[in-house]
């Protein structure tokens, strides 16, 4: 029976592990997602999940247990958010270039300095350029949901590269929303179990991963690699169908809100989304035609869907939750805008970056209204698109004559 | 020997053959010097060996025998640890035309 349940983003990630069976947790809890291994540790406690919790004494070491997990053969989960996923950062590559399946639970938050303990994009978009599948989440239904593929995903014997799965710190990992946990049978039957090619356990077969390669082999490795998170693009939206035939529930690249007839769009991640839609609802009982392109794949990205999707819309604003210094725009508007190159000139929106919510900065249905009335006026009177928008910032003119 | 294309590779970097070190010949780190060996004045007491970080020292019946130039490096460790003295050492570095 599918329960209909009231849980929180992070208990819903630790429902969606506890119902695959995983081998070997790696545990070092960090706020925000720290409930995530909570949960599990608690669940591990009184008996209802046989599972190897270990408590590992750095972020580097869980990442690097979970690697080690996995090349053995098990399912593993670890979570991390800002600090704790960067300094996870070398072993990222690692886990990524062995193709190992892994899934780490992220909720994100910003990166110091300063101090900040709120939701924005910075960790996880650091992350972007290490080779593992990223899937950003709405709501903690679609955190639930998206754990399940993630494995699913990631295990596939075409694919067999790590997964995160992140979403918005606090705002999505501790508000209680209405959850459907499917029946633990049916998740079962969902995934099936892990079976790896090869497991560094057996010592009939012994062998070396992660040895030493020259110059005349790493190249070649490299590109197998690529070549597993290429062929995830497909599996990705197998997946998705998969589940959404089973659960109803269907997951793509993208959610696109009223896009269809839309002039001008908004594209956006993770829980912002939620407000963008509202934000829309009202422009559109305005007479506007806005519409919502919410990305769920980050990497592998889908820009050849992308760019067909938003073929033919005067202007899009494009929101990224980080700031990158030195760079066109965030790490968002810039993969779009190169997907959208290829464009004839006449069916190319024009392109607006904005930035907003950083260390937890709120986005408002006004500052949407804003926007939206901004790229409109900038669209009609040919104005250049360069140059960055920072919604909802501090700004005084100072005179100094 | 041929190397495998990227497409012919196991995902991730698996190696199922032990010791496949040995298929990758490190004797072109040579660059200048290299161990001669002379049997005459060798009192086979096997410090080369041991220190030889390529195990490019070659042994026969229990004596040392020559050196494997395919995987000597030219670090000159071997000459610098054989004890012979009062004779002229049996591994000295000489130098190599490349």
């Known amino acids: ?401 | 020997m041929s190397h495998e294309a990227w497409n012919e590779l196991k995902p991730g970097t698996i190696i199922e053959d032990p010791g496949s070190a040995s298929n990758h010949f490190t004797g072109h780190y040579r660059k200048g010097l290299k161990p001669e060996f002379n049997e005459l004045n060798c009192i086979h007491c096997f410090f080369c060996w041991v220190f030889c970080p390529e195990n490019a020292i070659m042994t026969e019946a229990e004596k040392i025998s020559g050196i494997n130039y395919d995987y000597c490096k030219g670090c000159g460790i071997c000459a610098n640890e054989c004890p012979v003295e009062n004779k002229p050492k049996p591994l000295i570095m000489i130098k190599e035309v490349i």
């Open chain 1, 1 to 401: 029976m599918r329960a209909n349940k009231v849980l929180d983003g992070n208990t819903a990630v630790s429902e969606a592990v506890r119902q695959l069976d995983p081998d070997v947790v790696m545990a070092y809890p960090s706020a925000p997602g720290a409930p995530m291994l909570e949960r599990l540790a608690m669940d591990i406690a009184n008996g209802s999940l046989d599972t190897e919790l270990v408590n590992m004494e750095s972020p580097q070491s869980a990442i690097s247990g979970c690697i080690g997990a996995s090349a053995a053969g098990g399912r593993v989960f670890s979570s991390a958010s800002s600090q704790e996923l960067a300094q996870m950062h070398e072993m990222l590559f690692i886990a990524s270039s062995l193709r190992l399946p892994i899934v780490i639970g992220i909720a994100d938050r910003a990166l110091s300095a300063p101090i900040n303990y709120y939701a924005d994009h910075s960790d996880a978009m650091a992350e972007r350029d290490c080779g593992w599948i990223q899937l950003f989440c709405e709501s903690p239904q679609e955190a639930y949901d998206n754990i399940i593929q993630a494995y699913k995903i990631s295990e596939h014997q075409d694919v067999k590269t790590p997964v995160m799965v992140a979403m918005d710190g606090w705002i999505t990992s501790h508000t209680m929303e209405n959850v459907s946990i499917e029946e633990p049978s049916e998740i079962t039957d969902f995934m099936g179990k892990r079976i790896p090619t090869y497991s560094l356990l057996n010592s009939t077969k012994p062998l070396t991963i992660g040895s030493f390669s020259s110059p005349n082999y790493y190249f070649e490795h490299k590109l197998n690699q690529f070549q597993g998170m290429e062929n995830s693009r497909k599996i990705i939206r197998e997946v998705g169908k998969e589940f959404g035939d089973r659960f109803g529930r269907y997951y793509g690249y993208f959610e696109t809100y009223k896009l269809d007839d839309a002039e001008y769009g908004i594209i956006i991640m993770s829980s912002a989304a939620g407000t963008a839609k509202e934000a829309i609802d009202r422009l559109r009982s305005r007479g506007e035609k806005v519409g919502l392109l919410k990305l769920r794949v980050f990497r592998p990205f889908p820009f050849q869907e992308i760019q067909e999707r938003l073929l033919g819309l005067k202007a899009i604003a494009i929101f990224d939750r980080n700031i990158v210094p030195g760079s066109q725009g965030g790490p968002l508007y810039n993969e779009i805008r190169s997907a959208m190159y290829f464009c004839e000139d006449n069916l190319r929106p024009k392109i607006f970056p904005y930035i907003f919510g950083l260390g937890g900065r709120e986005l408002n249905l006004s500052d949407i209204d804003n926007t939206i009335k901004e790229i409109k006026e900038k669209t009609e009177k040919v104005e250049s698109e360069n140059g960055f928008h920072f919604v909802n910032v501090r700004y005084r003119q100072v005179n100094n004559e």
